[in-house]
């Protein structure tokens, strides 16, 4: 158990729409970043979070957007989605002052794009 | 240059016995750190073990041993004993410039491995 959790679990979207998924960082973990595992291949990073500012971000248009709280929360916003959208998105959470630990990963929520 | 290579798609094993899944990473931050994940079909990515670059012994974490080779770049996963219930995807992943800590982590395309009766 990582004290990670996600939701949904899981997600049907139609092409154009908007998502945001949500995930609950583990207690005193200030640090947050989320992934994206198509099929078949492993996680890509998007972006992380410390102290509720975007700190990080890989090779993901403006469109992939988030938010991090106070209480440890985060959310993942994707807009005008496209079928490439569907995958696995991944939420880690971290202490940020332990450079050498684990990230420690929530369940996923599983994003179809129609 | 693919920074992290896992040249092995799929491994099987028998049941107790031991199976060594290939790492090779490419960097040339001096600093780094080396994980391996386990994802069951369910989806949730499983911490295994981790390097450091500047550690000098091999890592260890039960019947996990992480095989560090730091000048062949190579750190490859030992499982001990295999068990059913270690049939899963394996992900060898590299943090680098970890003493800026930080939960970018690139990953490898993974190893299916298949524990058999």
């Known amino acids: 158990e990582t004290g990670v959790t996600q939701s949904p679990t899981h997600l049907i979207k139609t092409r154009g729409q908007q998502v945001t998924l949500r995930c609950s960082s583990q207690?005193?973990?200030?640090?947050v970043s989320w992934y994206q595992q198509a099929l078949g291949q492993g996680p890509q990073f998007i972006f992380q979070?410390?102290?509720?500012?975007?700190?990080g971000r890989g090779n993901f248009p403006p469109r992939f957007s988030g938010l991090q709280f106070p209480n440890y929360s985060s959310e993942l916003n994707v807009n005008a989605l496209e079928l490439d959208d569907s995958a696995l998105y991944l939420c880690?959470?971290?202490?940020?002052?332990?450079?050498?630990?684990?990230?420690?990963f929530g369940n996923g929520t599983r994003l179809t794009v129609t | 240059a693919q920074k992290i290579t896992q040249t092995q798609p799929g491994m099987f094993v028998q049941e107790k016995e031991a199976v060594t899944l290939d790492c090779t990473y490419d960097?040339?931050?001096?600093?780094?750190?080396l994980f391996w994940y386990k994802q069951p079909s369910s989806g949730e990515m499983i911490f295994l073990i981790y390097?450091?670059?500047?550690?000098?012994q091999n890592a260890t974490e039960g019947r996990y041993s992480l095989n560090f080779q730091k000048a062949r770049k190579s750190a490859n996963l030992v499982i001990s004993a295999s068990q059913l219930g270690d049939s899963a995807m394996y992900f060898c992943?590299?943090?680098?410039?970890?003493?800026?800590?930080?939960?970018?982590?690139?990953f490898g395309t993974g190893t299916q491995l298949k524990v058999e009766l």
């Open positions: 880690a959470s971290s202490l940020s002052t332990e450079p050498n630990s684990p990230l420690h």
């Open positions: 207690s005193g973990h200030n640090t």
């Open positions: 979070y410390y102290r509720e500012e975007e700190n």
């Open positions: 960097t040339s931050d001096p600093s780094y750190g």
């Open positions: 390097q450091g670059s500047y550690d000098q």
């Open positions: 992943a590299m943090r680098e410039g970890i003493t800026g800590g930080g939960n970018k982590l690139t």
